[in-house]
């Protein structure tokens, strides 16, 4: 039975990548990315490799709750798609130039890989049809510099304090962006594991994925320019001799297998580094706050 996937974050890296390898093994998959023109140029690509893809664009800001709304309308109100058996939460962004605000007014990194993906998810969970599967892209840099080749700690704080740009401790430096950056990967694990247990029962798997370090990716947006084209210029390198380098037609496909695979039919509220099971941090497992963060984001989504 021919199934639909939602990508976030799928017009370029690990999102198209993913998007491709569910594609060529025959689902509808739903490209959902903030710009529909770069969209669609992705679902060219996809359609090149593979000419008999099943490929839908989506216009979906993960920066604006209002386009996230108007997003998960669209989808629900078109009824001529095969049923929604799976969600993948890739997009992200790692601001390295200040402190910057969403359209909502919170603090952009927290509001882009978090809020919007906790909205989203919110708004669709009650349609994705069963068995479903929901897969949040977390990093292994949730865990600090010890095991993340250097790159700093998340510093969590009451969620409120997160969202508010105003309330950041971190100030404007490049190190700053960073920490936010970690910080926010360590919200999609406590949103992983909470959402996990609250579906216990329903038939819908819930896990986090740690793609590696994935130089040839457009994460790096927001760097210097000149830092950029360094990074993407050592990038064949470092995959072959850093540790926890990937592809990322490597991590695409693991990805896509955790979305998709009978091999993890069952398993939920499980961290996977590519294709194995880890333990994630001590501090991502307090159920506690975890508990927290969804409180609090229900408050910093509702309507207003």
Known sequence: MTTSIIVTG???GLGEITAGELAAAGHHVILACRSPERGEATAERIRA????????????????????????????????????????CNAGIQVVNGVQQSADGYELTFATNHLGHFLLIRLLVDHIATPGRIVLVSSEVHQGPHKSMGFPAPRWQHPKALADPAQTELGDSPKAGRVRYATSKLANLYLTYELARRLDGRDITVNAFDPGLMPQTGLDRDWPKWTQRSY????????????????????GGDL???ATSPDVAGVTGTYFSGRRQRASSPQSQDASLAAQLWEISEELVAER
């Not at 386009?67 to 001529?80: H, Q």
């Not at 993407?232 to 991590?251: D, E, F, N, Q, Y």
């Open 256 to 258: 896509a297998w955790l």
């Open 10 to 12: 799928a017009s370029a």
């Open 232 to 251: 993407h210029a050592m990038a064949p390198v470092l995959v072959r001799i850093l540790p926890g380098a990937r592809s990322v037609a490597r991590s």
């Open 49 to 88: 490799r593979t000419p008999d893809a099943r490929l839908e664009v989506l216009e979906l800001d993960l920066a604006s709750l209002e386009s996230v709304r108007t997003a998960a309308g669209k989808l629900l109100a078109d009824t001529g798609r095969p049923p929604l058996h799976g969600l993948v």
